[in-house]
């Protein structure tokens, strides 16, 4: 695998429905080879299985996400690498994730400038979903003074995606020098009564989301979802869009994360 900064070409990596720990692996193992200048540049598509609550990386593990409920439900838990608050990830038939892993350069952008990759990588969100159908708004930059939720979807973020005043697509992003990795939820339905369930002291969870479905009048496939959005991020950015897989190296490297990192319950408690 070529490093595909110089010639317009990005990796293009739709992953089937995986755990939470192996789902988070896979994007620092991306993002680690971008950094290292090994793979190049990538946008991800992908679902999860089992269902799963992300953390954010700093967010307490306490009572504003109901354990003893994910576990009844099935439902999994993993703390993300990036920061930001609680999302309930589900299957391909309600939700789909994108994930975002580029250096400054790959991106026309200055090497630390954070609201210029968000509004890069929303540029196309929002050009995707409006090629669906759904007549999203991309925000401008938050204040940055609000309380931060347990909930993700109770508060929308800078450059992130609404539709009639509510929030369609949550993000968050980490970075490291000159690349980043950002990746998101994007509702294609919901579940009211696991959400109320999960997350008991977020008083109306529905009343600050919205859903492709509610859009559109029914709920679209992830597939025809992943196309529109790697369409758009083609035709928004000029850019080229290579279907491609894992290399060896990244798939150890996910190996070893799951391993010493995201699956182990020293990381799921949190920073001490």
Known sequence: MTDGRHDGTWRLLVT???????NMAIDEALW???????APPTVRFYAWAPPTVSLGYGQPLDDHVDVAACRRLGVGLVRRLTGGSAIYHDGPDGELTYSVVAAA??????????????????????????ALGAPVEMMGAARGDEPTPAFCFARTGSCEIELG????????????????????SILLGVDAR???????????????????????????????VATALAAAFETEHGIRLR??????HETAGVERLVGEKYATDAWLAGPA
């Open 32 to 38: 680690r080879e971008r950094r290292a200048g090994a």
């Open 105 to 130: 350069e790959d991106i026309g952008g200055g090497a630390r400038d954070l609201l210029y990759s968000y509004q890069w990588i929303g540029r196309a969100l929002a050009a995707g979903l409006r």
């Open 165 to 184: 005043g509510k929030k369609l697509v949550g993000s968050a992003q980490r970075r490291y020098g000159r690349t980043f990795v950002q990746h998101g």
């Open 16 to 22: 089937e429905p995986t755990d939470g720990a192996t």
């Open 194 to 224: 696991r959400l109320a369930a999960i997350f008991p002291t977020t008083a109306e969870p529905l009343a600050t989301l919205t859903t492709l479905e509610a859009a559109l009048g029914h709920r679209p496939k992830f597939d025809d």
């Open 243 to 248: 279907p491609d897989g894992l290399s060896a």
